[in-house]
């Protein structure tokens, strides 16, 4: 029998749960000192299988810090001296309350929910590691509220952040978009299936104090009625699993029964100027793109398509990944349901992306579909992915050659250039990658010879016509000078 559910709180506990936060905030409990202090790169690379090595070499010292750590974060136990040394008594006994405290039958105090730092916010929500103990029960329930975990944090740094009048997050969780996204709009509408997972961000709302955050229970768009959104976020379940063990994970086979759905709705719930984002994993045919798949999706509807492609995973490394079994017999009869279930699909591999939607230009003509590889942005790259459909925007204009008369073209410095060349290749020809340096998102280009050309001979800023009458006295057609110019426009490599 499983204890009763955290994420509940009365009226009366409101003002007290908020001061319990505030409490963990001041022992320095944010994302950037939990790095510092656990030797992190970034926050996504946190693994529980390192827990001795933090434990016995990052937190020896046992200041406040190390014990919100230990406590929210690395689901450990705090002796009641510790506990009393990391909360008073008020905010111990209203976590106690709300039961995201517990209290063993040996003084020690564990939290049956965890709090996760967000930049400088912290969200409540299930442990992250099935693989520990967890107070209450012995198997991850099936309506378990997904940890802010690394696909979470890919949203949150992909997301765009301006001022919007109406914002969805949809398959909210523990509402963490929808929490972030209320800073910025007027009005916020979290949906989840899952009641948990609604309890969990209410919690959320009312911990934090936000008020234009609305929660609903329900099947994606079906709860929202006629409204249309300026921005739309999606965490949903992906998964393509021969089992349905975990409501916020699996996707059904193909792992498309949710973010299917999802793709073609926005259509007709995307605002005019709105931008979707949507971070998921897509199966992988051979000589299929799966921005056809996404195109198929949106059926007949002008949007352009954004994709940010992060890893690719073979079937076999899909399959080893997400296998269970406590003997060798069961673990190997896991991963071939899970490699069959991939061949059952047709998928070679899966591919973990963040894509972004945005009503097409007229002007533009048919809307494009655009993939990038791209490593995992590590810091908010919301004014790069909104850069990038300008840059397309103006790249696609019909008569680039009379919009860019008397412009001038800039290099947009500083840019990193690698040139690689096959020693003894017998004249095989140097192949030449640039990628914009500083930027949230890391991508580099393959150039050609005429954008090669033009990035070297921008020395300040350059009028298109003069750089167009270079390449004529160089005998290189105005037409394969404007594709070189368009493509380095797309690519955010210069700037008019």
Not at 6 to 25: H, K, N, T, Y
Not at 461 to 484: G, H, I, P, T, Y
Request: net charge negative.
């Amino acid at each position: 029998m499983s204890k009763p559910t955290p994420f509940r709180v009365d009226d009366s506990d409101v003002s007290v749960l908020r001061q319990a936060i505030a409490s963990i905030g001041r022992a320095g409990y944010c994302e950037t000192a939990v790095c510092h202090r656990l030797g992190l790169d970034d926050i996504t690379n946190l693994t529980w299988r390192h827990l001795p090595i933090y434990r016995d070499e990052r937190l020896i010292s046992r200041d406040g810090l190390a014990l919100a750590i230990e406590l929210f974060l690395l689901q450990s136990a705090l002796p009641p001296d510790e506990l009393h040394r990391l909360l008073p008594d008020s905010s111990r006994d209203v976590l106690l309350r709300t039961e995201i405290l517990e209290i063993d039958e040996g003084g020690l105090a564990r939290a049956r929910a965890s709090l996760f730092p967000v930049g400088t916010s912290l969200v409540f929500s299930d442990h992250a590691w099935p693989e520990l103990p967890h107070p209450g029960y012995v198997t991850v329930p099936y309506d378990q509220v997904m940890a802010v975990g690394i696909d979470s944090r890919h949203l949150v740094h992909a997301t765009v952040r301006r001022p919007v009048r109406l914002a969805l997050d949809l398959c909210t969780g523990s509402g963490v978009h929808a929490l972030l996204a209320a800073a910025r709009a007027e009005r916020v509408i979290a949906v989840d299936i899952n009641p948990r997972a609604v309890h969990c961000t209410r919690f959320n709302a009312r911990a934090l104090g936000i008020a234009n955050l609305e929660v609903v229970e329900g099947d994606l768009f079906e709860p929202v009625g006629n409204d249309r959104f300026d921005l739309i976020t999606a965490n949903p379940p992906f998964v393509s699993s021969p089992v349905n063990a975990l409501r916020f994970r699996d996707g059904g086979p193909s792992g498309e029964d949710v973010q299917r759905r999802i793709v073609a709705g926005l259509p007709h719930y995307l605002a005019p100027g709105g931008i979707a984002h949507l971070v998921t994993e897509l199966g992988e045919r051979d000589g299929e793109p799966v921005t056809r798949r996404l195109r198929e999706w949106l059926g007949e509807a002008p949007i352009d398509v954004y994709v940010l492609r992060l890893a690719r995973y073979t079937s076999a490394q899909y399959a080893i990944a997400h296998a269970k079994g406590g003997d060798y017999g069961t673990f190997l009869e896991s991963a071939r349901a899970w490699a069959g279930n991939l061949r059952t699909q047709g998928f070679a591999g899966v591919v973990s992306v963040l894509i972004a939607f945005r009503w097409s230009s007229p002007e533009c003509g048919s809307p494009w579909e655009r993939m990038d590889e791209c490593h995992p942005p590590q810091r908010s790259a919301g004014v790069e992915i909104e850069e990038t459909f300008r840059a397309e925007q103006l790249a696609r204009h019909p008569n680039l050659r009379s919009h860019l008369e008397g412009k001038r073209l800039r290099r947009s410095d500083p840019i990193a250039r690698f040139d690689s060349s096959v020693l003894g290749g017998g004249g095989i020809p140097t192949k030449t990658r640039a990628s914009r340096l500083g930027q949230a998102l890391t991508i580099e280009y393959d150039l050609g010879t005429f954008e090669r050309q033009i990035l070297d001979g921008l020395n300040g800023a350059v009028e298109v016509s003069e750089l167009l009458q270079l390449c004529r006295e160089s005998d290189v057609e105005e037409a394969s000078a404007l594709d070189a110019i368009r493509s380095l426009l797309r690519r955010g490599l210069v700037s008019i």
